[in-house]
């Protein structure tokens, strides 16, 4: 099964560029943050290992983890960040693994061009593909990269960071050579660059078997 990566900081356009691939492929695509979000969720595999670390204080009223507090516990201390990924690591890992294995035996198909085909490529979304060992099954590992300053301007206009916030987000992240260092396809998704440019580019790597 071809399974491929796509990773890259935060604010360059990762589920841009995975929404141009689903859309002219028969791709299925999986953001691991959106498997991370579910399993944090009440009843959740994540959330009773994260009350048992930190206690009931980081609970909202309805129960629910405050995520904006339990991000800011994290964001500065590497040992605590490194707990928090120990927890949803392998969860999220387990239920990416399982997702590819139903696509691979076609318990999961796509109906793309109105009638059920077997998926082309499983698309693994993620920033942090290499520290949570995704290298080992992702056959390809695509970087999308955008200039840091523009990266900055979406983070403001979608999010309502402010742009020393925005900053310090991006610079606790790898770098651009970091990411590009292990990755085998470069999408460059920056402003003037959108719609047809990003098609190409993905075209040309998904014709790379």
């Known amino acids: 099964m071809r399974v491929i990566g796509l990773t890259g900081g935060v604010g360059s356009g990762k589920s841009y560029v995975a929404g141009v691939i689903c859309r002219y492929f028969p ?21 009773a290992l994260v009350l048992e670390w930190l206690g009931d204080g980081i609970l909202l009223p309805n129960g629910e983890i405050n995520r904006s507090q339990l991000a800011d516990i994290v964001f500065n201390d ?14 999220v890992t387990k239920e990416v693994m399982r997702i ?40 390809d590992i695509w970087y999308v990269y955008a200039p840091k300053e523009e990266r900055i301007g979406r983070l403001i206009r979608s999010r309502g960071y402010t742009e020393e916030y925005a900053e310090s987000v991006i610079s606790s992240q790898a770098d651009d050579e970091e ?22 580019q993905v075209r040309a790597l998904m014709t790379e078997e």
């Open 179 to 200: 990411y590009k260092s292990y990755c085998t396809g470069v999408i460059e998704n920056c402003d003037g660059t959108e719609g047809g440019k990003v098609l190409a």
């Open 100 to 139: 590819i294995d139903l696509v691979d035996r076609g318990e999961v198909m796509s109906m793309m061009y109105g009638r059920p085909m077997k998926y082309k490529a499983v698309l693994v979304e993620t920033a942090i593909l290499k520290e949570a060992g995704y290298e080992a099954f992702c056959t």
């Open 78 to 91: 590497d040992e605590k960040l490194k707990k928090l990924n120990s927890i949803t690591h392998p969860l």
């Open 27 to 47: 791709v299925i695509h999986i953001n691991t943050d959106d498997i991370a979000r579910r399993q944090m969720k009440k009843g959740g595999p994540s959330y």
